[in-house]
């Protein structure tokens, strides 16, 4: 995880985690809730909104490490 001059910072993450925490849902990006960002919802739509916003207000950004490549095609091109 690097920080940048800006007070912004990188987390090298691939997944979102989602758990129930007392009678919310909450989506994390990162370890734990120190070193990563969570949001919080009745939802888990409003919980991965409020994780969006957290990330915007707190300058974080997401480098996803592992990539996949999709091969999509019509199923009559076979």
């Known amino acids: 995880m690097g920080q940048s001059a800006d007070r912004s910072r990188v987390l090298q993450e691939n997944e979102i985690h989602l758990s129930w925490d007392g009678n919310q849902i909450c989506a994390l990006i990162g370890p734990d809730l120190v070193a ?31 990539r996949t490549e ?9």
């Open 36 to 66: 990563g960002v969570a949001g919080f919802g009745d939802s888990v739509h409003g919980a991965l909104r409020e994780l969006a916003d957290n990330l915007v207000h707190e300058g974080v950004w997401i480098e996803v490490t592992n």
């Open 70 to 78: 999709w091969d999509v095609r019509e199923k009559g091109d076979e």
